[in-house]
């Protein structure tokens, strides 16, 4: 299982399916929402996971350095490393953007984008 910790050593290819696998298993969003809006999206939130907090170890998370700052901001704050970085975003934009029932033509359009191996979701 890849963590912040392993992210470094870790193939694109392993880290979009880690997420990808993820995402379709939880089929849910980890956010809050009133009504049709959306309050805020969460790495972790009970249960739930984003796209980029399953990979983030029991160990490395921490609700107050993270919750509520994109990935974006967290590479900024040297909270996590660089490493696939485009790619963690895309991945985050899938789950925070786009609805449950859309997420396998999603992750294989960012597959493409990032010439990964997209053929495991047809299974």
Known sequence: MITLKTL???????????????LIKQNAKSQITHGQEIAECFYRLDTLKCAAGCLIGEDEYNEKRMEGKNWDTLLMRGIVPE???????????????KETNTWKEELIKVATEHNLDYSFLNN
Do not use: G, R
Not at 11 to 20: D, G, L, N, R, S
Not at 83 to 97: E, R, T, Y
């Open 83 to 97: 490493n696939h970085d485009d790619l963690i975003c895309d991945l985050q934009k899938v789950h925070d953007k």
């Open 8 to 22: 470094p050593y870790a193939t694109a290819q392993e880290v979009f399916e880690q997420v990808a696998n993820h």
